[in-house]
DNA sequence: AGGTTTTAGTTGTTGCTTCAAGTAAGTAAC
DNA sequence: GTTACTTACTTGAAGCAACAACTAAAACCT
């Protein structure tokens, strides 16, 4: 990725300041969500998906959504989700219900003892992140990264689907 | 992770700003590897994982590594690794051989038809960086994002296991 | 009203990752 | 100069994710 090998039509390619920064930004993409996902294991007993899942659910009115919805909010395809609601739901951490405007549609809805779970989780969770994220930037340096990825998503995801209103 | 729960010894909650800049970040190491790879697997026929790991050994003298240095700098176990190196090898893109220096440990050096690779899918590979992570962004931002990530490094790779000498 | 398409979700298979246990070579301790 | 420990790597089993194929309900079309 550093020699540009010959070839026909030249690609452009990244200037030394670019490359840095390249690496430094793979390096964040590959050790954050692995941080995460420890921290999350071993004080929660919980993949990092399983907790967001969790999370988005108890954000919501009655605490419950739907399923499409959450697979949106997770980036997961629904097949996926699937597959990890029904492991939550043994766990008896949720339970599934239909929903009464839409008969094909399902609705995930936490149990007291799912909600207990995303109380008891959170505060370390929160914890992590500002430990990792925000404990090593300044006020302003938080703004530029909020701008940043803002312009990222524009990209990665021009229709808004995990960042509603924000 | 909005509203805080009762509790004992009150956590440092986020801050609507921080907020904001968490599910932004959490977006984009959601969607930026999920885009990588599916970039890759269309042109190349390669996860980023085998990519990334063909490229790390093209850049090294001769094209070959040990697995041990191979393992730090993409962030994987020997085990991951050495599962991976079996598949790459099958397909004819590098083979194992004896290190002189230290009987335990092997290197992975790429065949000439695993260095062709490398020269035909790297380009493709860079214009897509450009597209989704360059193009979005000012100069002046390029540099906050490699300070910002290289802050989190810090906290995240404080022995600069990734990156050597950035 | 009847047929097509889209939306919502499930399930089984296949493949990659993680984990635990192993081998073998080098290093340190006494 | 053995014993103990660490480093380097491999391998098999188990779990999770991606993909494809399926069912069922709603929306759309004319």
Redesign the interface.
């Known amino acids: ?3 540009p ?1 010959q ?1 026909t039509s030249e ?4 200037t030394e ?2 490359r ?6 793979m ?9 995460l996902e420890s921290e999350l294991k071993r004080d929660a007993g919980l993949s990092h998906f399983e907790y967001y899942v969790l ?1 988005m659910i108890s ?1 919501n009115d009655e605490h419950s959504l739907p399923l499409s919805e959450l697979a949106s909010r997770t ?1 997961s395809s629904l097949s996926r989700l699937s597959h990890v609601l029904t492991r939550l739901e043994t766990q008896g951490y949720l339970t599934r219900c239909a929903s009464q405007a839409d008969a094909r549609a399902s609705l995930a809805r936490l149990t007291e003892t799912g909600w207990q779970k ?2 008891a989780s ?2 370390g ?3 992590e ?9 300044t006020a302003r ?17 021009p229709d808004h689907r ?2 509603d209103h ?1």
Chains 1, 2 share one sequence.
């Open positions: 990725m550093t020699s090998p070839r690609p452009r390619w990244l300041d670019e840095i920064a390249w690496l430094r930004l390096a964040v993409t590959m050790l954050l969500p692995a941080r999370a954000e980036n995303v109380v959170a505060p969770h929160v914890d992140v500002r430990t990792v994220v925000f404990d090593p930037l340096q938080v703004g530029q990264l909020s701008e940043i990825c803002g312009r990222l998503l524009g990209t990665l995801d995990l960042l924000d």
